[in-house]
């Protein structure tokens, strides 16, 4: 499902229109895009947990040339499925 399907979805379930669901729909995934930038969670309850993991730096090698490589500590967001989805998905 891609998000024009899902805006279908979610506005055939809600009764709103397409363009009123879809503005949703981007405000929702703008709000936690924003709230993990800042470094917070994003905790729904029976869905799961959006959050930052903090990868430390470390050395990887280049596949071509065998050379050595820095790599820099970087931030990577992480999704933690809730007991409710988890129930949902194995039904």
Not at 48 to 75: D, I, L, M, Y
Request: no cysteine.
């Amino acid at each position: 499902m891609n998000k024009g399907e899902l805006v279908t979805a979610m506005s055939e379930k809600t009764g709103l229109s397409k363009a009123q669901t879809g503005e949703a729909l981007d405000a929702a995934l703008d709000t936690i895009q924003e709230a993990l930038s800042k470094g917070d969670e994003v905790k729904i309850v029976g869905f799961g947990t959006f959050a930052v993991a903090h990868r430390a730096a470390g050395e990887a090698r280049n596949p071509r040339t065998g050379e050595k490589v820095q790599v820099p500590a970087s931030k990577t967001p992480k999704f933690k499925a809730g007991a409710g989805l988890k129930d949902a998905v194995n039904k």
